[in-house]
């Protein structure tokens, strides 16, 4: 992150096995607001997300943990979450596009650790992202997967 970049306040909704909501803050390209980017890129830098677990269907809050996404004009993403010890878990890799006016489809996956350390498999995300309109907060819907070694589907969640 480049230290005269800009930071904007930013809240987001995301959910992940069983919801989660987010607030964020990100980072525009050269020290531009996000809202003066096209469109297109507005989605663009690193956002700081206060993310808060939710139970899907009761809407109640499990846990909060902080987390980081960050864009790229390229369309590469990448995330990382504290919701489990680092050693459980690797960073997220994955990619972004526009997909309307303020709306974006995001895709990612993380490589799962089981406490001895094995692997335990990969967890996979699709999120639609809806941007405000001053391009300074966000809300998102998420489908998770998670998957065995071997692939198989073990656990998916919804929000």
Not at 33 to 47: E, I, Q
Not at 95 to 124: C, M, V
Request: proline share 4%.
């Amino acid at each position: 992150m480049k230290n005269r970049s800009k930071l904007f306040l930013a809240t987001a909704t995301l959910a992940v096995l069983m919801g989660i909501g987010s607030s964020a803050t990100a980072t525009g390209i050269n020290d531009a607001p996000a809202s003066w980017l096209p469109a297109s890129l507005r989605l663009v830098g690193v956002w700081d997300v206060n993310v808060t677990l939710r139970d899907c269907v009761s809407g109640t809050a499990v846990a909060t943990f902080p987390a980081m996404n960050q864009y790229a004009a390229d369309g590469s993403q990448t995330e990382v979450g504290i919701n489990m010890s680092p050693a459980a878990r690797y960073p997220s890799f994955g990619t972004w596009h526009f997909i309307g006016l303020g709306k974006f489809a995001s895709e990612f996956k993380f490589f799962r650790f089981n406490p001895d350390g094995s692997y335990a498999g990969t967890q996979e995300v699709q999120r639609t992202i809806t941007l405000s309109h001053d391009a300074n907060q966000f809300t998102t819907t998420a489908s998770v997967a998670i998957y065995d070694p071997a692939h198989h589907l073990v656990k998916s969640g919804c929000a």
